[in-house]
């Protein structure tokens, strides 16, 4: 429901409104809000205005007694410094107040200004602390603070990142914001507020954090308890259970807007869905009655495997990308590129982990293999890489990782309709009572042939009635077949078959040191939900337009004058 009203908000706001006809505006602001150690924020915030009219510019930050602002100095565009003169009188000249800041202070209320100078597009960056920013509650720690609020000039795109002593996350906070139409999320370890047009009041941030771990914060609102302020904050406001009359007004417009659309979108979800895959001439694939094959498929090719796996769902999405990374790994300790090695910890419990050992200098063929390599070495420390520093690495550039996948799925396919694998072609999709022609890719006879391999070497490695045509499979092509039962995500299960057919095979196996299917499998999968997790974190999602409460500092209002 927040999704959908948040939705309807911004078809709302594309009601053509009156602007600002003295052509004075601020085109975007950005805020940047570093909180240390003692709770104290470093603000650094950026204007970019179209200025016409006006000799200063001002923001106006309320409810402060508690939260001492210090001003640290203003830039602009230009690269000039603003002279800092402490207290600011409007009343003085544009002249004068060219190039210079400074402050007006009445208790709890300030007022940042600075010279406009010359007209036209600028920029102007301010600095400045805040004292006790976060604020102390009978129960936690949190923030509740408006960035920006009531200006007095259209403003464009806003974006806000506030970040800590320590990473931000759905695991140590929890985060809601209102008065705009837009977002809150966590990214890369901070908080980040965003909206395309501030046609709102302000832009607040109530942020709840598990630790008491800032030392010096505001204890103005110490008696009070923090959810009773989330409960206060949501009063109204888009993340309550109940609707307003204007959410419940807004609503009966989105049903209307949908009963007219809803026929057009079922008719075009099914015209031109591209689920699944589909072969030329309308041939379809039997997998688990496939005859098993015993020859590795695609030319022995790891991305063309796990590319064709996936998509005839032998391997599922969640589970494909660390069999991926498995088979790799095997790949490399076979090749001798990579070393693992045992070791032991803990002073009187021990416990045992496993180093990866990386030759720095190797090189490879294939740019994908050496760009997900190059990330391991990212990883590692002189070349070793202990247990959980990819977990840890994926973590923090799930982005990198997300990328890499979507690099090695967009290369592939460019290769199958390059060497003949996949071509466009017209097919029917029956809605109601018409055949509908599109143009969509198949896949041609030629990458058939292939899939049936792929699925054939897949009954062969699965199958526990040829354990004596396995047997006289020479174990050096073993350690390459493991190589892609990993990316099938089977390699355990072979493995508990070759110490049937072959009793030996551990003793002349290159992986004869460790368990180390387990070991790769473990590795993968633990790097690979690290990322997942990651890049699910920003539990935030959007903004909501109305509520937010009482009891908030800062805002206050802001533009030229």
Not at 398 to 403: C, E, G, L, V, W
Not at 480 to 501: C, S
Request: glycine share 8%; hydrophobic share 35%.
């Amino acid at each position: 429901m927040k999704r959908l009203l948040s939705f309807l908000t911004v078809l709302l706001l594309l009601i053509p409104t009156a602007v600002d006809a003295s052509g004075t505006r601020v085109n975007s602001i950005d805020i940047n809000c570093q909180i240390d150690q003692n709770g104290t924020a470093t603000f650094v915030e950026k204007w970019d205005m179209d200025v016409s009219e006006g000799t200063e510019g001002y923001k106006i930050f309320n409810g402060m007694s508690d939260q001492p602002l210090k001003l640290i100095g203003v830039t602009d565009d230009r690269g000039k410094t603003y002279t800092n003169i402490g207290s600011w009188d409007s009343d003085i000249s544009k002249e004068y107040k060219t190039n210079k800041c400074g402050l007006i202070r009445d208790g709890g209320h300030y007022e940042l200004c600075f010279g406009l100078g010359d007209y036209g597009r600028r920029s102007y960056t301010m600095t400045y602390h805040i004292d006790h920013f976060v604020n102390q509650y009978e129960d936690q720690q949190g923030i509740n603070y408006a960035f920006i609020s009531d200006m007095s000039l259209n403003v464009g795109d806003v974006t806000i990142r506030v970040s800590g002593i320590t990473p931000y996350s759905k695991d140590n906070a929890k985060i809601w914001a209102f008065g705009y139409s837009g977002s809150v999320n966590f990214d890369d370890g901070s908080v980040v507020l965003q909206t395309h047009s501030l046609n709102s009041n302000k832009m607040q941030l109530l942020m709840g954090l598990e630790s008491n771990s800032y030392t010096s914060p505001n204890k103005r609102h110490a008696s009070e308890k923090f959810e009773d302020v989330v409960k206060d904050a949501k009063e109204g406001s888009s993340y309550s259970k109940g609707m307003s009359k204007e959410a419940k007004i807004m609503l009966f417009i989105f049903i209307t807007f949908v009963i007219v659309m809803v026929i057009s979108i079922i008719v075009a979800v099914i015209v031109f869905s591209d689920s699944g895959v589909v072969f030329e001439n309308g041939r379809t694939i039997k997998g688990k009655e496939v005859t098993p094959f015993r020859e590795i498929p695609c030319d022995k090719d790891i991305f063309l495997f796990y590319y064709l796996a996936k998509k005839l769902d032998i391997i599922g999405d969640d589970e494909s990308r660390e069999n991926l990374i498995s088979g790799f790994i095997l790949k490399w300790v076979r090749d001798g590129v990579v070393t693992i090695r045992e070791k032991e910890s803990g002073a009187i419990v021990k416990k045992k982990n496993y180093d990866m050992y990386l030759d720095v200098d190797v090189k490879f063929e294939n740019k994908q293999e050496s760009a997900l390599y190059k990330m391991f070495i990212l990883a590692s420390k002189d070349g070793v890489l202990q247990t959980k520093a990819f977990q840890k690495w994926c973590g923090k550039h799930y982005k990198k990782i997300d990328s890499w996948f979507t690099k090695v799925d967009n290369i592939i396919e460019d290769s199958m309709n390059k060497n003949g694998y996949a071509k466009t072609a017209t097919v029917y999709k029956r809605v109601l009572f018409w055949n509908i022609p599109r143009d969509r890719i198949v896949w041609t006879n030629k990458a058939y042939d292939q899939c049936l391999y792929v699925w054939g070497f897949n009954n062969f490695l699965k199958d526990e009635d040829n354990m004596k045509e396995k047997a006289a499979i020479e174990v050096k092509l073993w350690d390459e077949y493991l190589i892609f039962a990993a990316v099938l995500g089977i390699a355990d299960r072979v493995e508990k078959q070759l110490k049937v057919a072959i009793p030996r095979y551990e003793e002349m196996t290159t992986y004869n040191s460790f368990p180390i299917y387990y070991y790769t499998h473990t590795f993968a999968h633990n790097s690979m939900s690290a990322a997942t997790a990651a890049a699910s974190a920003g539990q935030g999602g959007s903004s909501s337009f109305s509520g937010g409460g009482g009891g908030f500092s800062g805002g206050g209002g802001g533009g030229v004058r």
